[in-house]
């Protein structure tokens, strides 16, 4: 007998997620090496303008495809007519959006006082039908679960994109042109590659109920993005108009460092995750148990490497930005506050997504964004950039708790038990947090102090307490998941765990 339709559906869940976790550490270090090298190559002031750019070209591009792309994974069954007709639709709006937004280029630049930039402004209006038409054939490869090939394909657009563009011009003074050269050009090689693994089919001969399917889920979903665009942005629109480029550069670094961690897991889990997700939208029991499982399994990994990365953040910011981005440093430790939580929103927008909730998760992410506009808004009045960062923890943990409320009554499950668990494991962390701030107030302020007792006091600390009966990953509630899981491992990957004696007394029982 061969294995069953839900067996098979996970193994090919752990499979992806194996191949996205690999493929994501191995760009995590080419990110923080292009950075460490642009940033010695370019100024904050030109990092600002990029990033005010990007703030204009990223808005577009989230409506470019009206949620087409969700769509495809998301729909249960999915004909040959609705992929023709996500492809062509997906280029016409692509196109018709590009070129207003070409037109309304000058207003841009006029209200972030870029004027002298409109030309790169301008630039980016060719992304617009090119990320259109390049979502629909990433959509099929992820609802196929072919997360291989996405994740060779990353790595390689990078590689090629930032790693050698980006810094060759940086290199020969380019400027800004440079990150926005290798933007275009990795994009193009991300284009290619995906039309080799997957080719578009057209069609213009329209039919109702496949334009209903794509349009429906992906409009709502649409609504969702955009909302969820002005929460996401706020602080740097913010930051852009009322304390300039040159301080947006320092920010959208401390907020690259801070978002690097968060997107390593949270993209993992919205590619993986989703597609599974969305084929078991009818089994609230299942759905629950993933639930609870991916909600420990992230506070439990993501509060402790926010502390030390906080303890830690004078130190990181010198080793991988340079002496010269000292204020991305307070920002930085307090973006990271919030990363549990803005990884936890990652995984409940996948629910809500997969549930097909996706009107009501539009009307969160409007709440979202009202709250980061505004906590942005006033923390920015009153205390600069930190005050930006502390706005956006602030909104990062009402939207987190929201939206968690939402699934609590959609999934039924046990609410009081699970905020226990996070409760316990986000004090005792921020026992270290507050350690630190002792020694500072007590003039102990050396980041190789810092640094000597994280290694040979929190660290140990930290993962005895992982190893212990009281963490909250390793729990009876979570154990029939990690059976699953663990039985659904390819052999390489189990044997190499075996070794670990953690692991090897788990697979032992459980197997």
Not at 436 to 463: D, N, R
Request: aromatic share 16%; glycine share 8%.
């Amino acid at each position: 007998m061969g294995p069953s339709k839900k067996d098979s559906l996970t193994k090919k869940g752990i499979h992806g997620f194996i191949w996205n976790f690999s493929g994501s550490v191995v760009q995590i270090v080419l990110q923080l090496l292009v950075i460490g090298i642009l940033s010695r190559l370019l100024t904050p002031e030109e990092f600002g303008v990029v990033a005010i750019i990007m703030i204009v070209v990223s808005f577009t591009k989230q409506i470019t495809t009206m949620g087409i792309a969700s769509s495809l994974v998301q729909l249960p069954e999915l004909t040959s007519k609705h992929i023709s007709l996500a492809y062509t639709f997906s280029i016409l709006l692509g196109t018709v959006l590009g070129f207003a937004y070409y037109a309304l280029t000058p207003l841009f630049a006029e209200f972030f006082n870029i004027q002298k930039d409109i030309e790169a402004l301008q630039f980016f209006s060719i992304f617009f039908p090119l990320v259109s038409f390049g979502s629909v054939g990433e959509a099929l490869l992820s609802r196929k679960f072919r997360f291989d090939v996405g994740v060779k394909i990353g790595l390689i657009a990078y590689l090629i994109g930032s790693g050698t563009v980006s810094i060759t011009m940086a290199y020969l003074g380019f400027g800004y042109w440079s990150l926005i050269w290798g933007q275009f050009v990795g994009l193009c090689i991300t284009i290619c590659l995906t039309i080799y693994y997957e080719v578009p089919k057209f069609s213009l001969r329209l039919e109702k109920q496949p334009l209903k399917d794509l349009f429906f889920f992906g409009s709502g979903h649409t609504l969702g993005i955009i909302f969820n665009f002005f929460g996401e942005k706020a602080d740097n629109i913010v930051v852009g108009k009322i304390l300039g480029t040159a301080l947006l550069g320092f920010y959208s670094k401390a907020f690259q460092l801070y978002s690097i961690p968060a997107s390593f897991f949270g993209t993992i889990f919205d590619k993986v995750l989703f597609p599974i997700l969305s084929q078991k939208q009818n089994d609230t029991k299942k759905l629950s148990s993933f639930y609870t499982f991916s909600t420990t399994f992230c506070f439990g990994l993501l509060v402790p490497v926010s502390v030390l990365i906080l303890i830690n953040a004078e130190l990181i910011i010198d080793a991988f930005l340079g002496n010269q981005w000292k204020s991305a440093v307070l920002p930085l430790q307090l973006l990271i506050l919030g990363l549990a939580f803005r990884f936890g929103t990652r995984i409940n927008k996948s629910y809500l997504k997969s549930l097909g909730i996706v009107y009501r998760g539009a009307y969160y992410q409007l709440i979202f964004a009202v709250l980061m506009f505004v906590c942005t808004y006033i923390g920015g009045q009153i205390y600069s950039l930190p005050g930006v960062a502390a706005g956006v923890l602030v909104a990062t943990l009402i939207n987190y708790v929201q939206i968690a409320y939402r699934l609590y009554k959609v999934l039924d499950f046990s609410g009081i038990a699970l905020i226990k668990d996070l409760s316990k494991n986000i004090i005792f962390h921020l026992l270290f947090v507050l350690s630190t701030v002792l020694l500072y107030y007590f003039g102990i302020t050396s980041k190789w102090i810092h640094l000597i007792i994280t290694v040979t006091v929190y660290l140990p600390i930290i993962v005895f307490y992982f190893k212990s009966k009281k963490n909250i990953i390793f729990t009876p509630n979570n154990l029939p998941m990690f059976i699953l899981v663990a039985n659904s491992l390819p052999g390489k990957i189990k044997n190499y765990m075996g070794r670990v004696p953690i692991f090897r007394d788990f697979f032992a029982q459980h197997s």
